[in-house]
Nanobody, 121 residues
Framework: VQLQASGGGLVQAGDSLRLSCAAS????????VGWFRQAPGKEREFVAR????????SYADSVKGRFTISRDNAKNTVYLQIIGLKSEDTAVYYC???????????????WGQGTLVTVSS
């Protein structure tokens, strides 16, 4: 499966943003799709994940209440809605797909190219 992340940009603190992760070559049915982010000088960290089949989602504690992961079956796309952006949300955001329900990036074999979110205060 091939993933394409998009939707990043330069925003102000407090703004909202929706990131998209579009899949091609095969359906995401049966996959776990996760969002990760990597801030400058930091390691990649888990943000959120969802099961395409069940819709069950989970979030990192640091983003609960502000980030929402969702999917559009018809478009074979997963979204990450972010509200109340903070400067600490500045990072490259990656979407990834795998078959294991995990928060470990190593468990996801398929990755998009990343989309940069910069939050200015």
């Amino acid at each position: 499966v091939q993933l394409q992340a998009s939707g990043g940009g330069l925003v102000q603190a407090g703004d909202s943003l929706r990131l998209s992760c579009a899949a091609s070559r095969r359906t995401l049915s049966g996959y776990i799709v996760g969002w990760f982010r990597q801030a400058p000088g930091k390691e990649r960290e888990f943000v959120a994940r969802t099961s395409w089949s069940t819709g069950y989602s989970s979030y990192a504690d640091s983003v609960k209440g502000r980030f929402t992961i969702s999917r559009d079956n018809a478009k074979n796309t997963v979204y990450l809605q972010i509200i109340g952006l903070k400067s600490e949300d500045t990072a490259v955001y990656y979407c990834a797909a795998g078959v294991q329900l995990s928060r470990d990036a190593a468990r996801y074999p398929y990755w998009g190219q990343g989309t940069l979110v910069t939050v200015s205060s």
